[in-house]
């Protein structure tokens, strides 16, 4: 069984950041396709950003060039940077791990999200 346990989240002005961890445990590991979501309220879950084995990653076109995702494997935990946060950013986070990850030669990655989910983490950015 895939544990997930997120953390990092919390209360930041417009402008600000933070940075979302991802602790993977159990069978699971953080070498697998994993995925960033998040849900605003009374909005359905949405792709934020995923990274495939092999490195190659995708990012919802909101958050491109100001959320960085990346993984250390020594540590076993996929992290989220989120930069040049947006009152519309402020969501539930949740990571999700080895879903199925394809990226064609040249192209972009698509990303599936598995049954393997975090309990999230709430963020909220307000002045």
């Known amino acids: 069984q895939v544990q997930l346990v997120e953390s990092g989240g919390g209360l930041v002005q417009p402008g600000g950041s933070l940075r979302l961890s991802c602790a993977v445990s159990?069978?699971?590991?953080?070498?697998?396709?994993m995925g960033w979501y998040r849900q605003a309220s009374g909005k359905q879950r949405e792709l934020v950003a995923a990274?495939?084995?092999?490195?190659?990653?995708t990012y919802a076109d909101s958050v491109k060039g100001r959320f960085t995702i990346s993984r250390d494997n020594a540590k076993n935990t996929v992290y989220l940077q989120m930069n040049s946060l947006k009152l519309e950013d402020t969501a539930v986070y949740y990571c999700?791990?080895?879903?199925?990850?394809?990226?064609?030669?040249?192209?972009?990655?698509?990303?599936?999200?598995?049954?393997?989910w975090g309990q999230g983490t709430q963020v909220t950015v307000s002045s």
């Open positions: 999700n791990a080895a879903g199925t990850a394809t990226a064609y030669p040249g192209g972009p990655l698509y990303y599936t999200e598995s049954r393997n």
């Open positions: 990274i495939s084995r092999g490195g190659v990653t």
């Open positions: 159990g069978s699971g590991s953080s070498r697998d396709a």
